[in-house]
Every structure is written in structure tokens, then in C-alpha cells.
């Protein structure tokens, strides 16, 4: 029996066995609460990428498909289902490059995508209609500034035309744009990559720039001055090289010094699934291995954010800080016949198992991680939802996202489980997976993934000091691991009713193979 500690916060103990079981103990013990599982981690990306926008937001208002001001009606109520928490926009690599004043009034510049295909950009979705699309959706604002081609003063501009409510001529401007009233910001991230699409820049250089921008875009709302302030999120790390060790010792040391001029209150951390940037792993039609392979990978993900939050600890022990991970997710070679530039994938119960696992990984380290972006929403990469003209489809992932919607901001509770293990080649991977939260309303709740493809596991669910006596919730599971949902059929993969049973004073759950399960426990 092996005892693993995950993440610095040591609130969750899995014991190991190397049996395989086909019974696994699962104990939720709630006399020892973690921390509040920030809803920032379910938050969402948005880039002028493909279809990410043009099509899956925005259709214009003279479509024929259903849309409010221009933004298509069906994906705002399918994303007003999972509670999007703030959706990061406009990029990416674009937002480096994007000018704002090219996206407000009635008159549009068109420019070129240099980084998504060279197409052209209309301009027709800007920033009244991305805060249009965040008011119908029910979510709060993260804001990427352009520090790759921008200036100060631009970034600066774009918060006073968009916060302020003094009569100045930027606030004039938005009020002739339809908004009089000042809008809210509540994220702010000061570049995107700036170690590479942003700029190529040192850590050096860039925490110059950071102290710059800091200091000199302001949100003038006043009612973000004393709650509910726009936290400023700086360029962190991207992946596992080397190089980014350095990276974050240097953004970290230069905020330990700060001095009142500037601030910052997020460091970002990229990192995206892919076993082999050459050679990408196909999204469609593959088999177990390509399974394992990728599960392997994105579980790399835990001990990545652990190396970079022991650097925050020493620079930050109060854990002021929060590890942002705004870009995540599996990244895998580009449909057939699709243009490269737009990043086009489908999306299969791999996605889904591989989905909880990250979100699970996050909730782990809550202490740290307090704001999480899925790359991307719509039509690219990990998406939750692909649309074809009228058409829309709901991803596996996308029904994570649902059944993951209790637990945003649920306190954290410690489960221990025998996770045994699932052997595929030279590659083993924990068998079972699972997290356990209290919400707001003093229910608990809890995730079991079962990674295993082939066994189906029976869970022996209880909680100390206290006798389980139901659980219910909902299980996601699919025919094959390479299962999709498609425009043709599109409930492949959809989510089914599960309860206990109980049994000798404890509940027995039966989980079907390669599943992601969230039930409440009574
Ligand atoms: O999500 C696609 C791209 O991946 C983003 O634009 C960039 O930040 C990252 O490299």
C-alpha cells in the first residue's frame, strides 16, 4: 500500500493498492473541510479563433438563426446551463495583436488574423457585443490586453471607455455605442504568452512591462472600488520546459518587492494535453492506447502546477497570489478538411474522463488554483460546444461542465479510496479518481471517475461520522472511448440517472467503464 499526497494543501489522502479490485472503498470525511473550490475554475476561453466567435457566438442580427442582438440564442441557453463563471477574450495570440477601437461603432475596420489562418476579421463582434454575450450568459468579464502591439495608453483607453462614469469622451463614446452605464471588469490579463506569441519577451523584460501596465490601466467603475475589484492576472508559465522555472521565480520575486505603484493578484499557467506537438494525437477514431496516452499526459498536469505553486510559496506564503490556469485542455491534430488555422477537434468521452481529471486536479490544490479557462468554448479545441451554420451539438465535455455545476464554490471535503490501478501497455494510470465538496446549502456531493475502459467498478460509499444512507446524481459514460456526438446523433453521449444502492449499512454504487459520475450523497 502506497500513500500519495496530493498537492501542497494535504487535504486529500488516496491510498494506493496495486490490486485490481473490482470493489473500491470510497470514505468522504467531512470533519476535515478544505478550502472554497473558487467557480472561477469552471471559467471559459473565447478567442477570435475559427468559429469560435463568428459562428458559434456571434451570427449577426439579420440571421435566420435565433439570436438576441446578434448572438445566437441556442448556445446562450446551453451555456447558461453550466453557469459559465467569466469567459476569457479576445485571445490567445490574437489579443496581442488586437486594437479595440477597431471593434466599437457602426462603422468596422476589417484586419487580418495573422495567427488563426490569415482570414480576415470583421470586427462585427467587439467589445459591446462580447459584454452583451457575457449579460446574456449570466458571467463576469476577464479581459486579455493587447501588450505584444498595444501601448499603455491603449489598454488604459480601453478600461476608461469601458468603466468609467464620468462624462468623458471615451464614456461619451460608449454611451453613442448603446451603454451608458458603466460596465464591470472583473479580470484582467496583462498580455498572453509573453514568452513566446506575446513577444518572445525575458522574464526580465516582461515583468517591466507588467509593472507598467499594472500601474496605468485602471477600472474607474465605482463599484468596483471597495468590492468586487478587477483582479489583475500577470503572464505565468506555459507547459514543462525548464525555462519557466526561472519565468515564475522572476514575476514572483518582482511582486514580493512590489511597491505600491502596482500589484498584480494572478499569475497565469498554460498547459494543454498533447503527447507529441509534431505528431498530434488524432481526435477521432483512435483506440486504447491513444486513450492511455493521453490520460497519462494530462495527469502531468497536478505535479506541473505543484513545481510552480512551491516557487509562489516562497515568495508568497499567504497565498495571495491565485495560480490562474487560462489555458487548458486536450489539444490533438486538426479535423480532415478542416482549415489547420482553425483549430477544429472533435470531442469524445476521452475528453470527458480527461476533463474531470483536470477539474478534480484543480480542486485538489483550491488553495492555489483559484481560476481555471477550458480552451476553448466553442468550435475550437476542447470545446463544449461545435455548431455548423443552424446546427449545435453538445459536447462530452460540456456535460462535465454541467454535472460539475454543484460544486462551484463547494468547500472542498477530503475522501480516501482505494484507487487501484488500470494497466494499458507500459503505461498504468490510477484506476479511480474522485473529489467530494459541501455546497452552500450544506449538501454533500461527490466525483468518481473511473478511467478503467474495459471494467466496469462497484463503489462502497460512506462518510464518517455520519451513515449515508442515498446517493443519486447523474453518469456520463459512452459505448466506446472514442465515442462523439455528432450534428447527426447527437445524444451519444449524454448523461443518465445513477443511485445507490444501500447495502449492509453502507451505498453501493456501480460505475460503468471509462465514466465521469457526480452524485449527492444524503
Ligand atoms: O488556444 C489557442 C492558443 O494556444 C492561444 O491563442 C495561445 O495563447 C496558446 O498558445
Keep these: 500500500m502506497r500513500k500519495i499526497l496530493l498537492?501542497?494543501?494535504?487535504?486529500?489522502?488516496?491510498?494506493?493498492?496495486?490490486?485490481?479490485?473490482?470493489?473500491?472503498?470510497?470514505?468522504?470525511?467531512?470533519?476535515?473541510?478544505?478550502?472554497?473550490?473558487?467557480?472561477?475554475?469552471?471559467?471559459?476561453?473565447?478567442?477570435?479563433?475559427?468559429?469560435?466567435?463568428?459562428?458559434?457566438?456571434?451570427?449577426g442580427r439579420d440571421s435566420r438563426i435565433a439570436n438576441t442582438r446578434g448572438i445566437r440564442s441556442d448556445v446562450v441557453n446551453a451555456l447558461r446551463a453550466i453557469k459559465v463563471p467569466n469567459v476569457r477574450y479576445p485571445g490567445g495570440c490574437f489579443a496581442d495583436e488586437y486594437h479595440w477601437r477597431n471593434g466599437i461603432g457602426a462603422e468596422r475596420a476589417k484586419t487580418l488574423n495573422p495567427n488563426w489562418g490569415g482570414v480576415i476579421e470583421p470586427n462585427t463582434f467587439g467589445t459591446n457585443e462580447y459584454m452583451d454575450f457575457l449579460h446574456q450568459i449570466g458571467s463576469e468579464a476577464f479581459l486579455s490586453i493587447n501588450v505584444g502591439t498595444g501601448t499603455p495608453r491603449e489598454a488604459a483607453d480601453w478600461l476608461e471607455y469601458l468603466t468609467t462614469d464620468q462624462p468623458t469622451d471615451l464614456a461619451n463614446l460608449r454611451a453613442a455605442n448603446g451603454h451608458p452605464a458603466p460596465y464591470k471588469i472583473r479580470f484582467l490579463g496583462l498580455g498572453n504568452e509573453s514568452w513566446d506569441c506575446g513577444g518572445n519577451m525575458s522574464p526580465d523584460y516582461y515583468l517591466?512591462?507588467?509593472?507598467?501596465?499594472?500601474?496605468?490601466?485602471?477600472?474607474?467603475?465605482?463599484?468596483?472600488?471597495?468590492?468586487?475589484?478587477?483582479?489583475?492576472?500577470?503572464?505565468?508559465?506555459?507547459?514543462?520546459?525548464?525555462?519557466?522555472?526561472?519565468?515564475?521565480?522572476?514575476?514572483?520575486?518582482?511582486?514580493?518587492?512590489?511597491?505600491?505603484?502596482?500589484?498584480?493578484?494572478?499569475?497565469?499557467?498554460?498547459?494543454?494535453?498533447?503527447?507529441?506537438?509534431?505528431?498530434?494525437?488524432?481526435?477521432?477514431?483512435?483506440?486504447?492506447?491513444?486513450?492511455?496516452e493521453i490520460l497519462?499526459?494530462?495527469?502531468?498536469?497536478?505535479?506541473?502546477?505543484?513545481?510552480?505553486?512551491?516557487?509562489?510559496?516562497?515568495?508568497?506564503?499567504?497565498?495571495?497570489?491565485?495560480?490562474?490556469?487560462?489555458?487548458?485542455?486536450?489539444?490533438?491534430?486538426?479535423?480532415?478538411?478542416s482549415?489547420?488555422?482553425?483549430?477544429?477537434?472533435?470531442?469524445?468521452?476521452?475528453?470527458?474522463?480527461?476533463?474531470?481529471?483536470?477539474?478534480?486536479?484543480?480542486?485538489?490544490?483550491?488553495?492555489?488554483?483559484?481560476?481555471?479557462?477550458?480552451?476553448?468554448?466553442?468550435?475550437?479545441?476542447?470545446?463544449?460546444?461545435?455548431?455548423?451554420?443552424?446546427?449545435?451539438?453538445?459536447?462530452?465535455?460540456?456535460?462535465?461542465?454541467?454535472?460539475?455545476?454543484?460544486?462551484?464554490?463547494?468547500?472542498?471535503?477530503?475522501?480516501?479510496?482505494?484507487?487501484?490501478?488500470?494497466?494499458?501497455?507500459?503505461?498504468?494510470?490510477p484506476r479511480v479518481d474522485a473529489i467530494a465538496a459541501r455546497d452552500?446549502?450544506?449538501?454533500?456531493?461527490?466525483?468518481?471517475?473511473?478511467?478503467?475502459p474495459n471494467r466496469a467498478v462497484e463503489i462502497d460509499l460512506s462518510t464518517i461520522g455520519t451513515t449515508a444512507r442515498l446517493a443519486a446524481g447523474e453518469t456520463l459514460t459512452a459505448p466506446k472511448v472514442d465515442s462523439v456526438n455528432s450534428f447527426e446523433k447527437p445524444n451519444t453521449v449524454t448523461p443518465k440517472p445513477i443511485s445507490a444502492k444501500a447495502q449492509n449499512g453502507k451505498l453501493s454504487l456501480d460505475l460503468e467503464p471509462r465514466s465521469v459520475t457526480v452524485v449527492a450523497v444524503e
Design 440 to 452: 452552500k446549502n450544506g449538501k454533500l456531493w461527490v466525483e468518481i471517475t473511473n478511467v478503467d
Design 296 to 337: 497519462k499526459k494530462t495527469l502531468e498536469m497536478g505535479d506541473l502546477i505543484d513545481r510552480h505553486a512551491a516557487i509562489m510559496d516562497k515568495y508568497d506564503p499567504q497565498k495571495k497570489i491565485a495560480l490562474v490556469v487560462d489555458e487548458w485542455g486536450a489539444w490533438y491534430a486538426p479535423l480532415t478538411g
Design 208 to 292: 517591466s512591462q507588467l509593472k507598467i501596465y499594472s500601474r496605468f490601466v485602471r477600472n474607474f467603475n465605482p463599484a468596483q472600488q471597495t468590492s468586487d475589484q478587477m483582479l489583475k492576472i500577470a503572464v505565468g508559465p506555459g507547459g514543462d520546459e525548464e525555462r519557466f522555472t526561472q519565468w515564475t521565480e522572476t514575476i514572483m520575486k518582482g511582486w514580493q518587492d512590489h511597491k505600491w505603484s502596482w500589484d498584480m493578484q494572478g499569475l497565469s499557467l498554460h498547459n494543454y494535453t498533447v503527447v507529441n506537438w509534431d505528431k498530434k494525437h488524432s481526435s477521432v477514431n483512435f483506440g486504447e492506447t491513444e486513450y492511455a
Design 7 to 59: 498537492g501542497p494543501a494535504v487535504v486529500c489522502v488516496i491510498f494506493v493498492t496495486f490490486a485490481t479490485a473490482q470493489r473500491i472503498e470510497l470514505t468522504i470525511d467531512p470533519s476535515d473541510p478544505g478550502p472554497r473550490i473558487d467557480r472561477n475554475i469552471f471559467g471559459q476561453f473565447a478567442e477570435h479563433l475559427g468559429n469560435g466567435i463568428y459562428g458559434g457566438i456571434w451570427v
Design 339 to 429: 482549415n489547420p488555422g482553425f483549430l477544429v477537434q472533435q470531442n469524445s468521452q476521452r475528453d470527458a474522463v480527461l476533463a474531470s481529471l483536470n477539474l478534480n486536479i484543480f480542486a485538489r490544490r483550491a488553495d492555489r488554483v483559484r481560476m481555471a479557462n477550458i480552451a476553448q468554448m466553442i468550435n475550437v479545441l476542447q470545446s463544449m460546444i461545435m455548431t455548423d451554420k443552424e446546427k449545435m451539438v453538445l459536447t462530452p465535455t460540456y456535460y462535465v461542465f454541467k454535472m460539475y455545476v454543484p460544486f462551484q464554490d463547494a468547500i472542498f471535503v477530503p475522501v480516501k479510496l482505494d484507487a487501484g490501478t488500470y494497466t494499458k501497455g507500459n503505461i498504468t494510470l
